[in-house]
Nanobody, 124 residues
Framework: QVQLVESGGGLVQAGGSLRLSCAAS????????MGWFRQAPGKEREFVAA????????YYADSVKGRFTISRDNAKNTVYLEMNSLKPEDTAIYYC?????????????????WGQGTQVTVSS
């Protein structure tokens, strides 16, 4: 079993930056594909970014491409989401998720473990 805990969310002005962390416990996630998703009020959960177990393969939603960067430190059992040039429409609860397999996917249904989420609010 894997437990995921997100941190690093908060309130930031448009154009600002935040770095989210997702710390895993229970067992190593070095063999797991990992993803970040977000859910804004009244909207469905949407894919943000994903990374393969080695970090050699990443994928981003078009809405965040060029502004967000996903990375991982398997030695620390942690995945990160660096968010730059934030916009009010990035406001959401951000969730970290892990798969049992090494590769990423954009489908939330194919992730097996989820964190509780961290709130990101971007003011205009």
């Amino acid at each position: 079993q894997v437990q995921l805990v997100e941190s690093g969310g908060g309130l930031v002005q448009a154009g600002g930056s935040l770095r989210l962390s997702c710390a895993a416990s229970g067992r190593t996630i070095s063999g797991n594909g990992m993803g970040w998703f977000r859910q804004a009020p009244g909207k469905e959960r949407e894919f943000v970014a994903a990374i393969s177990r080695s970090g050699s393969s990443t994928y981003y939603a078009d809405s965040v491409k060029g502004r967000f960067t996903i990375s991982r430190d398997n030695a620390k059992n942690t995945v990160y989401l660096e968010m730059n040039s934030l916009k009010p429409e990035d406001t959401a609860i951000y969730y970290c998720a892990a798969r049992r397999t090494p590769m990423w996917t954009t489908s939330a249904a194919q992730y097996d473990y989820w964190g509780q989420g961290t709130q990101v609010t971007v003011s205009s």
